[in-house]
């Protein structure tokens, strides 16, 4: 079974950088799609990056998109979030997420095609 472990959140000021990382089991992790995904409080879930089987493949919100970059190192079953210019709106519970089905990177976005997700770790971003 894949069980992804998320680390790597914590407390940083607007403008700081952060990398999550996230490791999943399972000897198949290089075909799977990871996304990144984040809750704030009082918001739903919403979508973060994602990257797909060829790591030349990736997705981004808009809102993160040239800020934060995604990436994967299947030889140690890991998935990285390298998080730039940090604003406090990005404050939320990371979620990483995999995805044992998904082979199209037009689909990486959707949250309901990923089969196993994280606990999710805290990224707090003060102002």
């Excluded at 996304?35 to 981004?60: C, H, L, M, N, S």
């Excluded at 919100?61 to 990005?90: C, H, W």
Aim: include cysteine; charged fraction near 20%.
């Amino acid at each position: 079974q894949v069980r992804p472990v998320e680390s790597g959140g914590g407390l940083v000021q607007a403008g700081d950088s952060m990398r999550l990382s996230c490791v999943a089991s399972g000897h198949l992790f290089s075909t799977y799609a990871m996304g990144w995904f984040r809750q704030a409080p009082g918001k739903e879930r919403e979508f973060v990056a994602a990257i797909g089987e060829i790591p030349r493949d990736t997705d981004y919100e808009d809102s993160v998109k040239g800020r934060f970059t995604i990436s994967r190192d299947n030889a140690k079953n890991a998935v990285y979030l390298q998080m730039s210019s940090l604003k406090p709106e990005d404050t939320a519970v990371y979620y990483c997420a995999a995805g044992t089905s998904i082979h199209n990177i037009l689909m990486v976005a959707t949250q309901s095609l990923y089969d196993y997700w994280g606990q999710g770790t805290q990224v707090t971003v003060s102002s």
